[in-house]
């Protein structure tokens, strides 16, 4: 008994009772509050190009479509080009939540950053230092007048006429539509058709839709084109959805889009803004460079596994996300710089040096087919800069053997990054490069898939090693055309 009263006299108190009052009594949600000065001190900013997202997983181009027929090699031989039907197909844009903190930094930012939003939207740029020396804005494409860019329109790749099917509730004189860029230059053509492995004429417009918002306008300028409740790509979206099918209601919405886009062209809102910013988002970069490939290459992919077996000409690329990590997050280049990419294929990795970097970008390839449709994506290339309003740096590509290109040779001399995609070369020819990286300035930085550096040294890999300090990293999943696993590359200084 005395036990038993002992513990009732202990259970009396109710401690119980009291942490229940704590428990309730502290109800102060002070988190959330925490979010909205958060967005709104970003409420008049644009949209930070922020190349982090590529640092752990490759984000391919934002519009889903085209899937490559996958290369008979196993290995790329100097290029960038050649992609897997997986890691081809792309993912479509998504609205990104205003509060993100890719667009809207972090609190400690001072209130008086509000004044100036492109000043604070540079700072934003989370792992990418900004060059001042670049200057975005594409001087011909903001006049007077509306230029004809000369592309490749959608509609003579995916249309009616090369018989694919009009979407779903589509009329005959429904199908033919035109989308405007942030340029003062003519509509792209569109058809409202859609078929496996062509353009996608739907979610390619959406793309071009968020990325003009995301990039080119603030965040009060971009509601009327991506706010979630009430925007023309949201009434597209609804028009083209199962629910509705209603494809008047989506050829309104893209007129209106293109109405107010054309007003802020016109009276010179998009170009202030362009002038602004130094750099543009890797997503855009990635679209646009798909863009090209998907009217020039895609159509003639089959021609790149035309090459002959145990030479130095097979086929591969590193994707999009791999070279934006190496240039952007590595080498940090900028575009006062010279790019070289030896055995550059189609010419991809040269392309995206031009428009992410902006620098003077130089590729030699020596199979004849990637050399044609290099030249194909070249000038497509230009083309679409202009219609987007941008100025990439210099391109030039050269035909031939690079060991014995006088062009190439010379501009090794002035090279600050060079790509050499060796993973399939012959030892002969890479012990050719190592000849070449003699005359190579101090400093400058050389990308390879194979090591000119190796452990068991012959007279030639002796001087490798007196010449370059050499790296070795991991790339990612899904970085390269041949492979889903992950792999070796290495980055060599000139000592």
Not at 83 to 100: E, F, G, N, Y
Not at 272 to 296: A, G, M, W
Not at 410 to 424: P, Q, S, T, Y
Request: proline residues 6%; positive net charge.
């Amino acid at each position: 008994m005395g036990i038993f009263n002992n513990q009732k006299t202990k259970l009396k108190p109710a401690p119980q009772q009291i942490r229940v009052e704590k428990v309730v009594v502290p109800t102060k949600p002070r988190p959330r509050p925490s979010l909205t000065p958060h967005h709104s001190s970003s409420s008049n900013g644009l949209r930070a190009p922020s190349s982090s997202q590529y640092s752990a997983s490759p984000r391919l181009s934002p519009n889903p479509r085209l899937s490559r027929p996958k290369s008979a090699s196993p290995y790329p031989s100097s290029a960038d080009e050649r992609r897997t039907a997986a890691s081809r197909k792309r993912k479509a844009v998504t609205s990104t939540p205003r509060d993100s903190p890719a667009f809207f930094g972090d609190d400690s930012e001072s209130e008086d950053d509000d004044s100036d939003p492109f000043r604070k939207r540079l700072r934003r740029s989370e792992s990418r230092s900004v060059d001042l020396n670049r200057k975005l804005r594409h001087k011909k494409a903001f006049g007077d007048d509306a230029r004809d860019p000369r592309i490749i329109h959608a509609a003579d790749i995916a249309s009616v006429a090369t018989k694919c099917p009009p979407i779903h509730g589509a009329k005959p004189e429904e199908v033919a539509i035109e989308l405007q860029y942030p340029s003062r230059c003519k509509r792209e053509r569109y058809e409202l058709v859609w078929q496996k492995d062509k353009i996608d004429a739907v979610k390619d417009i959406l793309s071009v839709v968020e990325h003009v918002a995301e990039t080119y306008l603030t965040d009060d300028e971009a509601k009327p084109f991506i706010d979630h409740n009430a925007s023309f790509r949201r009434q597209m979206e609804r028009a083209i959805s199962e629910k509705y099918r209603d494809v008047p209601v989506f050829r309104a919405a893209l007129q209106n889009y293109n109405d107010k886009l054309l007003e802020l062209v016109k009276n010179g809102t998009v170009a202030k803004n362009i002038e602004q910013i130094h750099h543009l988002p890797p997503s855009l970069v990635s679209f646009i460079l798909n863009q090209v490939y998907d009217r020039t290459v895609a159509p003639k992919v089959e021609t790149l596994t035309k090459y002959e077996a145990g030479s130095d000409n097979v086929y591969g690329e590193l994707l999009h996300p791999f070279i934006t990590k190496l240039l952007v997050d590595q080498t940090k280049m900028n575009s006062d710089q010279v790019f070289i990419d030896l055995g550059s294929g189609v010419g991809n990795v040269v392309l995206q040096a031009a428009l992410e970097i902006g620098c003077r970008s130089y590729g030699c390839e020596m199979m004849e087919n990637a050399c044609n449709l290099a030249e194909a994506q070249e000038k497509e290339f230009r083309s679409r800069c202009l219609l987007w309003g941008v100025a990439p740096g210099r391109v030039q590509l050269e035909r031939g053997d690079f060991r014995t290109s006088a062009k190439i040779l010379d501009k090794l001399k002035e090279a600050d990054v060079i790509l050499v995609n060796n993973k399939a070369f012959t030892s002969s020819l890479n012990d050719a490069l190592i000849n070449m990286f003699l005359d190579l300035k101090k400093g400058c930085k050389i990308i390879s898939l194979k090591s000119f550096v190796h452990e068991n040294k012959t007279a030639i890999n002796d001087v490798a090693n007196s010449i370059l300090d050499v790296q070795h990293y991991r790339y990612h999943e899904g970085w390269v055309s041949w492979a889903a696993a992950e792999g070796d590359y290495y980055i060599s200084t000139k000592k």
